[in-house]
């Protein structure tokens, strides 16, 4: 067994996890560079100011990524490089530095996946509402105009928005993420309805682009049935698109029903007007504007299985069981039933656009990175994700690696390195770990001894 003959191997990255280049060359400010600045938002008080400093050694990553052998990578654009108050004048520096790099990548046959916005909101914007403005949908819908006029003659492949769950969830909900706030439930619902529509307005834009797939990057947790009982899978199917009233901004079903079904899963209407947004046909029509792909991040997940009484029960790790740095389960399981159950209710071919785990990697004695637990869970996810991608039901289209190299983890600065290459982060130098040399084997097997 293998991967399909046009399968994209692919590592990923995010504009403020590895740029650096903060003030450079007429950058403006993101939600980011002000956030990560504010008294300990960040762990250890650290920031993205530097970062990998990729801005100056993007050549030299590409680079690596051709050692890798990878066909694909996704990268996002830091939206202030670009446009440094968010609407209005370019800045051609900015914009030229996504050119060099969409350049070199295509010179060495990597096929660029843009995503639009990986989370660093034009501080300006920000300064406006940011996702609570009914008018960030014009915003974002000019700025895709703008990369469709910069880069759409070269990159063909696009996401629109990454993990709006984090966005909002992370940012507005808990406030542990830029631009660090926390609003009340009917906000919650109207930032949810206007990200939805940004997303609408920019895929309409894409979408005119000649030979352009579209579409958005959802978070992955996902549920796995605790057996292949029929009674576990629906279970485990059904909690998977389930509804959260209490956290309507954390699910899957919040943005990908609307977006691909074009409706709200069927709870949220129960809020009533005194919490709902204004919500026009019209606006369904624009938030679900076919694309092309679904777009998984997918890390960890649970096994669910079918109560007797009818409700679904949640298995508990056992005693002991592993957890990466960051604290998550290790379940590949789910790198097989997440992709089957999005396919089967939406359709759409499914790119992972994004798994890893963050070990604590450091250097041995002997001058190298011996990271064999990575290797090991992208060996046994990969191995779900192929089963999936042969059982004659589900399409899988592409795997990229979290990630690249070792970057800034947003709350938790520099101390999860996720990278399949070593960062160090005073030197900037950069050390493939095994797991690097393991991936490339992957990739030139295409999957086939896993
Ligand atoms: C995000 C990445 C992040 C990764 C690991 C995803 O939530 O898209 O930016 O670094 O997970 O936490």
């Not at 993101?30 to 250890?44: N, Q």
């Not at 698109?241 to 691909?260: K, M, Q, V, Y």
């Not at 637990?373 to 191995?383: D, H, N, P």
């Amino acid at each position: 067994m293998e991967f399909g003959k046009n399968f994209y191997w692919g590592t990923a990255t995010a504009a403020y996890q590895i740029e650096g280049g903060r003030n450079e060359d007429g950058k403006g400010e993101s939600i980011w560079d002000v956030y990560s600045h504010r008294d300990g938002a960040i762990a250890r008080g650290e920031n993205g100011d530097h970062a990998c400093d990729h801005y100056h050694r993007m050549s030299e990553d590409v680079d690596l990524m051709k050692g890798l052998g990878v066909n694909a990578y996704r990268f996002s654009l830091a939206w202030s490089r670009i446009l440094p108050e968010g609407t209005g004048r370019l800045n051609t520096k900015g914009a030229d530095f996504y050119n060099r790099l969409i350049d070199k990548l295509l010179e060495n046959g990597i096929t660029p996946f843009l995503t639009l916005y990986h989370w660093d909101l034009p501080q300006t914007l920000q300064n406006r509402g940011g996702f609570l403005n009914p008018e960030m949908a014009d915003w974002f819908e000019e700025y895709a105009e703008r990369v469709k006029e910069l880069y759409g003659d070269r990159v063909k492949n696009f996401m629109t928005i990454n993990e709006p769950q984090c966005v909002l969830g992370c940012g507005y909900r808990l406030g542990v993420h830029a631009p660090g706030i926390k609003v009340s439930l009917k906000e919650q619902l109207s930032a949810l309805h206007n990200l939805l529509k940004s997303h609408g307005k920019a895929a309409r834009v894409l979408k005119t682009i000649k030979g352009a797939e579209v579409g958005y990057a959802s978070c992955g947790y996902t549920y796995a049935p605790a057996s292949e009982k029929k009674e576990d899978i629906e279970a485990a199917y059904e909690r998977t698109f389930a509804f959260e009233g209490e956290n309507p901004l954390g699910t899957i079903s919040s943005f990908a029903e609307p977006i691909f079904l074009g409706k709200y899963p069927k709870e949220y209407y129960e809020y009533g007007e005194e919490l709902l947004p204004k919500i026009t046909e019209e606006d369904m029509k624009l938030i679900s504007t076919p694309l092309d792909f679904f777009a998984l991040n997918i890390y960890e997940g649970k096994k669910v299985y079918r109560k007797a009484d009818g409700g679904i029960g949640e298995v508990e790790p056992k005693p002991g069981s592993p957890k990466t740095q960051m604290g998550w389960e290790i379940t590949p399981e789910n790198m097989y039933w997440g992709p089957k159950f999005l396919y089967k209710r939406y359709g759409k071919k499914v790119y992972i656009t994004e798994n890893g785990v963050s070990l604590a990697d450091y250097v041995f004695s002997d001058g190298k990175i011996h990271d064999t637990y990575r290797t090991e869970y992208l060996r046994t996810y990969l191995k779900e994700l192929r089963r999936a991608a042969n059982d004659g039901e589900t399409k899988i289209a592409g795997y990229f690696h979290w990630s690249l190299m070792d970057n800034f983890e947003w709350a938790e600065g520099y101390k999860q390195r996720f990278g399949l290459i070593y960062v160090d982060f005073e030197t900037f130098e950069r050390l493939p770990k095994d797991s690097y040399y393991e991936y490339a084997k992957i990739v030139r097997e295409n999957g086939k001894n896993l």
